[in-house]
């Protein structure tokens, strides 16, 4: 069983910044990707940022690029969404995502989602 567990939400002006942190806990075995997700009421849930096995860079939307930042820290099993230069267009719940590999199975776990609101 595995849980991950969003933080670092909340309210912010246009221009400001947040960082999203998502620790996992449980037997995290094999890794094949991390990253975070989105979903503004009115859409679809959409890829923010994922870093995949085997890359050393993670891959952004074009939304957020140059803005926003993937990060790790492996000793901590944590992975960390840096949001800076924040447009009322980021607003969303933000969900936390890994898929995990035992031998040709995947298996996917995913946060309870963060709220994020930027006001103009």
């Known amino acids: 069983q595995v849980q991950l567990v969003e933080s670092g939400g909340g309210f912010v002006q246009a221009g400001g910044s947040l960082r999203l942190s998502c620790a996992a806990s449980g037997s995290i075995f094999a890794i094949n990707a991390m990253g975070w997700y989105r979903q503004a009421p009115g859409k679809q849930r959409e890829l923010v940022a994922v870093?995949?096995?085997?890359?050393?860079?993670?891959t952004y939307a074009d939304s957020v690029k140059g803005r926003f930042t993937l990060s790790r820290d492996n000793a901590k099993n944590t992975v960390y969404l840096q949001m800076n230069s924040l447009k009322p267009e980021d607003t969303a719940i933000y969900y936390c995502h890994e898929q995990l590999k035992w031998g040709e199975d995947e298996y996917d776990y995913w946060g309870q989602g963060t709220q994020v609101t930027v006001s103009s």
């Open positions: 870093l995949t096995h085997g890359n050393t860079t993670p």
